[in-house]
């Protein structure tokens, strides 16, 4: 509980700091403030795909080599950058949760318990709209871990004007240094729901020993997001 308080603190002070940027994938940063590159400069034929997106709901699909254990956090901002609720934050042990056919409240005579529960479904928003799908493997990558994102825009409440995601290295009493490692590979895909072809495609770098990287986010403008 202690090291997640900290992150969100760090995670939202730099973010805060940082809205000079209206695209899709910002300056990505890390803790200290240390930049991140990217092994291209994403073209204005990619941007355009997300211009002002609000059609069909997408795919963020982030995918990484590692022998650490790295979670997947996503942080839905209203005005001013800011929390609302406790489930605008949606995690590996959120209490809202669904499969793929929607939201599933815990059912005692369905999963007999909690963590049987968890582990049959994903952590998501509270309508369904957002969620983390675990478990996965990245078919496009080498035996690549993978946590993948669905965002439904057409869902997304109102009050919501930014969808931030973080990813943090667990870390353990036995390995308290736990850090991303210099060949991690991190790479961020976003695509349409049921579509193999990549909108944008970004390749995060100079991660060793950082424990935890804001990514990038999706910002709500007048006509879509971005």
Same mark, same amino acid.
């Given at each position: 509980?202690?090291?997640?308080?900290?992150?969100?603190?760090?995670?939202?002070?730099?973010?805060?700091?940082?809205?000079?940027?209206?695209?899709?994938?910002?300056?990505?940063?890390?803790?200290?403030?240390?930049?991140?590159?990217?092994?291209?400069?994403?073209?204005?034929?990619?941007?355009?795909?997300?211009?002002?997106?609000?059609?069909?709901?997408?795919?963020?699909?982030?995918?990484?080599?590692?022998?650490?254990?790295?979670?997947?956090?996503?942080?839905?901002?209203?005005?001013?950058?800011?929390?609302?609720?406790? &489930? =605008?934050?949606?995690?590996?042990?959120? +209490?809202?949760? /669904?499969?793929? !056919?929607?939201?599933?409240?815990? *059912?005692? $005579?369905?999963?007999?318990?909690?963590?049987?529960?968890?582990?049959?479904?994903?952590?998501? &928003? =509270?309508?369904?709209?957002?969620?983390? +799908?675990?478990? /996965?493997?990245? !078919?496009?990558?080498?035996?690549? *871990?993978? $946590?993948?994102?669905?965002?439904?825009?057409?869902?997304?409440?109102?009050?919501?004007?930014?969808?931030?995601?973080?990813?943090?290295?667990?870390?353990?009493?036995?390995?308290?240094?736990?850090?991303?490692?210099? *060949?991690?590979?991190?790479?961020?895909?976003?695509?349409?729901?049921?579509?193999?072809?990549?909108?944008?495609?970004?390749?995060?770098?100079?991660?060793?020993?950082?424990?935890?990287?804001?990514?990038?986010?999706?910002?709500?403008?007048?006509?879509?997001?971005?």
């Amino acid at each position: 509980i202690k090291m997640l308080i900290q992150m969100l603190k760090k995670i939202l002070n730099i973010f805060q700091c940082d809205e000079k940027d209206n695209s899709v994938v910002e300056k990505n940063k890390v803790i200290d403030s240390v930049p991140v590159r990217v092994d291209r400069d994403v073209t204005s034929e990619e941007w355009s795909y997300l211009n002002g997106y609000d059609s069909n709901p997408i795919v963020v699909r982030f995918s990484w080599k590692s022998y650490e254990t790295i979670d997947t956090f996503v942080f839905l901002l209203g005005k001013e950058n800011k929390i609302v609720k406790k &489930s =605008d934050l949606i995690f590996y042990n959120s +209490e809202i949760r /669904r499969d793929f !056919e929607g939201v599933k409240t815990f *059912d005692i $005579e369905q999963y007999r318990n909690k963590n049987n529960w968890r582990e049959k479904t994903f952590p998501c &928003s =509270d309508n369904g709209a957002i969620w983390i +799908e675990t478990g /996965r493997y990245d !078919e496009y990558g080498d035996d690549n *871990d993978c $946590e993948v994102v669905h965002v439904d825009f057409r869902e997304v409440d109102n009050s919501i004007e930014t969808i931030l995601f973080a990813h943090v290295v667990y870390s353990s009493p036995c390995d308290p240094k736990a850090s991303f490692g210099k *060949d991690t590979n991190f790479c961020i895909y976003v695509s349409e729901k049921d579509s193999a072809t990549r909108l944008v495609n970004v390749r995060c770098e100079n991660l060793e020993n950082k424990n935890i990287l804001l990514s990038c986010a999706l910002k709500r403008k007048r006509n879509g997001w971005r």
